[in-house]
C-alpha cells in the first residue's frame, strides 16, 4: 500500500474514531435527557393527582378517574396509584394497566424517597406523599413512546451524518494526502533522473525549513560525499594503472631488448638484478595498497592496547635508519612529564609502527642531508610528535592533497616513491582518535605534527 492509501485510511479512522466518540456522547447524553425530562413529567403528573384526590374536598376517586381519562396530555398507557399508611391501593387511574407492586417495592420506596424502575416497555416512578399525618406512596408510570421515536431519529441521522463525515474525511484525507506528498514526488523524480555518469547533479533546495527541506540538503550533502568518493576511485584506478604500467613496462622492455641476441653473461646478470629491482617496488606497491585496503576495511576491528609513544618512536628510529646508510634519524624530547601515564595512548602498535615510521622515512627520504628531526611532547591532554625536515617544502595549494594516495607535489617528482605513505599514515591517525597537520613553505622544509590522546589510567 502506498504512502498516499495509508495517510488517507489512518487519517479516516482517526477522525471517524472521534466522530463516532462524539455521536456516542450525543446520544447518550441526550437520551438522558429524554428520560429525565419524562420521568419529571410522569411525577409532575402524579403529584397533580395525588393533591386533587387528597386536599380538595368533594372529590372522590371515580370523579378524578373521570377527570384524568378526559386529559389530553395523558400518556401512553399512563397508570397512577396511590398507596395509604397501611399499602392498601386507595386509587388507580387505568384499571387496563397494572403494574407488579410489592408490599416490599412500596417500603422501599418508603425508606428511599424517590425511586425509578422498569417493567416491561413502562418507566416507573415511586416517591412518598405526605400529608398531614399521612404517608402515601404513589406510583406511576407509562410508556416513553415519543423518547422511543424521538431516539430513533437522532440515531438515524447521527448514521447518517457519521457514514456522510466518513466519506468526506476520505475525500479530503486523499486530497491533501497527495498535496502533502507532492513535493516527495517531485524529490523521487529528481533522484531517479541522478544517473552514475553525472553525479554532478542536485536536488532543488526547498525554500521551507521543513523536514522535507532537510531531507533534501541532507541528499544533496550525500550526494556531495558519493561524488568525491567516485572522484577518488577515479583517480586512485588511474593512479595505480599508472604506477604498475612504468615497472611493467620497464621489465617487459628489459626482457625483450635481451631476447634479441646472445648477449654476454654480465648482461644477462646486469638484466635479472634491474628486473629483480623492479620486481621488487612492484612488491612493495602491492604491500602498501593492501595495507591501505585492510585500515579501511577493517577500521574498528583493530586490538587497541596501552602503548608508550616514546619507545615505539625508538623502534622506528632504527628501522628507518636500516633503509639506507645515509638517513639520520634525531631524536629529542621536550618537556619530559613527571608521571610517565602522561607517554601512553591507546592503540595498535603495528599500525603505529607503520604510520609514524612513513612519516619518518618520507622525512629523510626528502631532506636535503637526509636528516629528520623527531620531536615528542607532552601539551595539555596529548601526547605530540613533531617530525621536521631540511627538504624543499611544499606549496600551499599542494598541502591539502598531500594525503590523497598517489599524489604527489612538483618538488616530489624526481624523489623515488608512490605517494600512499602519508595516505596510509592519516588513515591509521584516525583509527587512534589522533590528528595530523603539515606545515611547510617551498625552500624552508616541512614539519609534520601528529598528536595522539592520552589514554586514560589503568
Not at 31 to 44: A, G, H, P, S, T
Not at 63 to 92: C, F, S, W
Not at 406 to 424: C, N, V, W
Amino acid at each position: 500500500m502506498q504512502i498516499r492509501s495509508r495517510l488517507t485510511l489512518q487519517f479516516t479512522l482517526l477522525v471517524g474514531t472521534i466522530v463516532l466518540l462524539s455521536f456516542f456522547l450525543v446520544y447518550y447524553f441526550t437520551k438522558q435527557l429524554i428520560e429525565q425530562d419524562f420521568d419529571n413529567r410522569l411525577r409532575d403528573k402524579a403529584v397533580t393527582s395525588a393533591i386533587l384526590l387528597l386536599k380538595v374536598d368533594r372529590l372522590d376517586s371515580a370523579l378524578l378517574k373521570v377527570i384524568d381519562r378526559a386529559k389530553r396530555d395523558n400518556l401512553p398507557g399512563e397508570n397512577i396509584t396511590v398507596y395509604d399508611d397501611l399499602n392498601r391501593e386507595i386509587y388507580t387511574n387505568n384499571d387496563t394497566t397494572h403494574f407488579d407492586i410489592s408490599s416490599t417495592l412500596i417500603n422501599q420506596v418508603r425508606q428511599e424517597g424517590m425511586y425509578y424502575f422498569k417493567q416491561r416497555e413502562y418507566d416507573i416512578v415511586g416517591f412518598l406523599y405526605k400529608d398531614l399525618s399521612h404517608n402515601y406512596v404513589i406510583i406511576a408510570g407509562a410508556i416513553n413512546l415519543q423518547g422511543k421515536v424521538r431516539l430513533a431519529d437522532l440515531r438515524t441521522l447521527l448514521l447518517t451524518l457519521f457514514i456522510l463525515m466518513l466519506l468526506l474525511v476520505a475525500l479530503t484525507g486523499w486530497f491533501y494526502s497527495g498535496r502533502a506528498l507532492r513535493p516527495i514526488q517531485k524529490v523521487m523524480m529528481e533522484a531517479d533522473a541522478i544517473s552514475p555518469i553525472d553525479l554532478s547533479k542536485r536536488l532543488h533546495e526547498s525554500k521551507h525549513p521543513d523536514e522535507i527541506g532537510k531531507l533534501i540538503t541532507i541528499f544533496n550533502k550525500m550526494l556531495t560525499r558519493i561524488e568525491s568518493a567516485f572522484r577518488h576511485q577515479k583517480t586512485f584506478v588511474a593512479n595505480v594503472s599508472h604506477e604498475l604500467k612504468n615497472p611493467l613496462t620497464k621489465i617487459t622492455s628489459q626482457l625483450e631488448v635481451t631476447l634479441l641476441s646472445e648477449r654476454p653473461k654480465e648482461e644477462y646478470r646486469a638484466t635479472i638484478e634491474s628486473v629483480l629491482e623492479d620486481i621488487k617496488e612492484l612488491n612493495q606497491l602491492s604491500v602498501s595498497l593492501l595495507d591501505l585496503a585492510r585500515v579501511e576495511r577493517e577500521e574498528n576491528s583493530f586490538t587497541m592496547t596501552r602503548v608508550r609513544l616514546d619507545e615505539v618512536l625508538w623502534e622506528v628510529r632504527e628501522t628507518v635508519e636500516s633503509f639506507d646508510a645515509d638517513y639520520k634519524v634525531n631524536f629529542e624530547i621536550e618537556d619530559m612529564p613527571e608521571e610517565e601515564s602522561r607517554l601512553y595512548i591507546n592503540g595498535n602498535l603495528h599500525l603505529l609502527k607503520t604510520a609514524l615510521q612513513n612519516v619518518i622515512e618520507n622525512a629523510c627520504k626528502f631532506s636535503f642531508d637526509k636528516k629528520a628531526v623527531v620531536i615528542l611532547s607532552c601539551p595539555s591532554d596529548a601526547v605530540q610528535v613533531s617530525v621536521l625536515d631540511q627538504g624543499p617544502g611544499i606549496a600551499r595549494k599542494d598541502i591539502v592533497n598531500v594525503f590523497q594516495p598517489f599524489y604527489r607535489a612538483d618538488g616530489a617528482s624526481k624523489i623515488k616513491g608512490y605517494g600512499i605513505g602519508l595516505s596510509l599514515s592519516q588513515r591509521i591517525i584516525s583509527i587512534h582518535k589522533g590528528s595530523v597537520e603539515v606545515e611547510s613553505e617551498p625552500g624552508k622544509g616541512t614539519r609534520v605534527i601528529l598528536r595522539f590522546p592520552v589514554a586514560a589510567e589503568e
